[in-house]
């Protein structure tokens, strides 16, 4: 069977070579030639047929020969916000991992009880680039930088807003009951979904989030990790609104 070979190009059509990293990698240890065919997408739904038409050293150009939307594989925009583990690697096992389930974006969020303050995004985003292309997703996650938990919940969503804690004197909803109601308008697709640290929200902070208009929620019976939460999370929501092929 014939290798296929998959290349992020942010803006594939303006475009007439691969990115430094991608040429590199083209090259020295897929050793591309000219004539060879491989595929590029551009992370916002659509992946293209293309030729090498050349090669150098560090640069690798290429001519599109066909141009490939692809269908969307779930409705709405999902979006996590969610706060880092102190171990990173624990993070990055979680972004690989939601990207190849599928979802919009992810945030990552400064909580009272927050283990890490700081986070290298970029990072964040070299792993799901890896992932997009590894799983042959057409959309990459949009990855936001480490921000306050206060400044997040007051910023507008649209859609469906949850936070995710384990207080039992704040009632919670079943967080999959409440995701697989048929959405009354288009709006309703878009879920936004809060996951805490390992400590949990602060009291205070669930309260906040409920008063911006979340929803306080349970991802179930069992006691979850940051990162398995989270995952977790983004797994329902693809479920709830994934679009059924044909």
Known sequence: MKEVRFFYVPDAVSQTELPQEEAVHALRVLRL???DEIFLMDGKGVFFRAEVSMTSSKHCSYVIKESMPQCPAWRGH????????????????????ATEVGFDALTFLHCQYSERKTLRTDRMERIAISSMKQSRKAW????????????????????????CHCYDEIDRKDFFTEISREPV???????????????????????????CGFVSVSLGQSRLRTETAGLSAVMMAQLARRIQSH
């Open 140 to 163: 990459l996650p949009a990855v936001h930088p480490l921000m306050s938990f206060k400044d997040f919940i007051a910023q507008p969503h649209c859609g469906l807003k949850f936070i």
């Open 33 to 35: 030639n000219v004539g």
């Open 78 to 97: 999902i979006h996590l916000a969610i706060a880092p583990t102190k171990m990173t690697e624990r993070m990055e096992w979680m972004t690989e991992k």
């Open 185 to 211: 308008d288009d709006a309703d697709c878009d879920v936004c979904v809060l996951i805490g640290p390992e400590g949990d929200f602060s009291l205070d902070e669930v309260k906040q989030a409920i008063g």
